[in-house]
């Protein structure tokens, strides 16, 4: 067997993303292999992840919904409750690589830079979601009948294999009330024909937010959300997600170099919550949207506080 490259302990972390912690949320997660290589190279890696994917959430009072462990990526969907996902996945990632890289020769980096996420609009995708992980082997050319693929959380929906990490309570509850007919609804759902591929149809991410599934009433209701939490914001990262809700700018753009005057509104925002909340420094805020101290206390100065929270 050839080895892969694996990342050592002391450099196995994930590169920095932004997110959105949003407690009691649900999240759709892909993480993959570096150079989309392979990240099992046995069954028993597979039992391996199961133990540290049930530890870790466990231990930070995650639930995962359901998952799928391809071989050069996995997904999983998790809703989290007081910890951060950065914080589940990371532990994951970190742990499993580890104990793989004991039985490689070679070192280097175990999965990608970062790990992929998508904030979900439970009431609306969660049903569709659940089919679309179930099905990536089939879509991937790996089994015709996702039954027939061990290592998904569809057997355990099926009722052929005992996961207690696995929650299914939730989504079979959205099928039917009645456990006979959410079981029947559940058969129904994967024996359709729709490929169900993502960004066909459904699902599609906002096409202003693309790090959220859901609709504009459900991006509201996130910044709703954010708003009564934003004393409890954890990061710099969340709060240029948060401002991009607020004022209706991708992340991206607002750490551009793009110049818009709504933009400069929107990172003098950032700027005074940063500071009033103390989530980060002056010095810290310059760094993250990649300007100057001075151009940002200049920022600040143009649109005080009282004006930018309006």
């Keep these: 067997m050839s080895?892969?490259?694996?990342?050592?302990?002391?450099r196995c972390r994930m590169a920095r993303q932004l997110r959105l912690h949003v407690p009691d949320g649900f999240y759709h997660v892909t993480l993959r292999g570096n150079h989309r290589q392979p990240i099992f190279f046995s069954e028993r890696d597979r039992d391996l992840l199961d133990a540290v994917v049930a530890e870790v959430t466990t231990k930070l009072s995650a639930r995962v919904h359901a998952y799928c462990w391809m071989t050069n990526h996995l997904h999983m969907l998790v809703q989290v409750s007081d910890a951060p996902l950065g914080k589940i996945i990371l532990q994951i990632a970190s742990r499993y690589a580890r104990t793989v890289q004991s039985s490689l020769a070679t070192t280097g980096h175990f999965f990608e830079r970062?790990?992929?996420?998508?904030?979900?609009?439970?009431?609306?995708?969660?049903?569709t979601l659940v089919r679309y992980i179930h099905m990536n082997p089939v879509r991937g050319g790996l089994v015709t009948d996702p039954t027939a693929y061990r290592w998904s959380s569809h057997r355990v929906y099926l009722g052929k294999r005992e996961q207690s990490w696995v929650i299914t309570d939730f989504v079979m509850k959205l099928l039917a009330a009645d456990p006979v007919r959410a079981f029947a609804a559940?058969?129904?759902?994967?024996?359709?024909?729709?490929?169900?591929?993502?960004?066909?149809?459904?699902?599609?991410?906002?096409?202003?937010?693309?790090?959220?599934?859901?609709?504009?009433?459900?991006?509201?209701?996130?910044?709703?959300?954010?708003?009564?939490?934003?004393?409890?914001?954890r990061s710099l990262d969340e709060l240029v997600i948060e401002c991009g809700v607020r004022f209706g700018y991708s992340p991206e753009l607002l750490v551009s170099h793009n110049k818009t005057r709504g933009l400069a509104a929107a990172r003098a925002w950032i700027s005074h919550e940063a500071v009033a909340a103390r989530v980060a420094t002056i010095c810290a805020v310059a760094r993250r949207l990649d300007r100057c101290e001075s151009a940002i206390r200049q920022l600040m100065a143009r649109y005080p506080r009282n004006e930018t929270s309006n």
């Design 3 to 10: 080895a892969l490259p694996v990342m050592p302990p002391d």
């Design 114 to 127: 970062r790990y992929h996420c998508i904030l979900v609009d439970a009431d609306n995708y969660l049903i």
């Design 186 to 233: 559940y058969r129904d759902l994967m024996s359709s024909d729709d490929p169900c591929r993502w960004g066909e149809g459904s699902p599609a991410t906002n096409p202003v937010h693309k790090q959220i599934l859901g609709d504009d009433e459900f991006v509201a209701k996130v910044r709703g959300q954010t708003a009564k939490h934003r004393s409890r914001v």
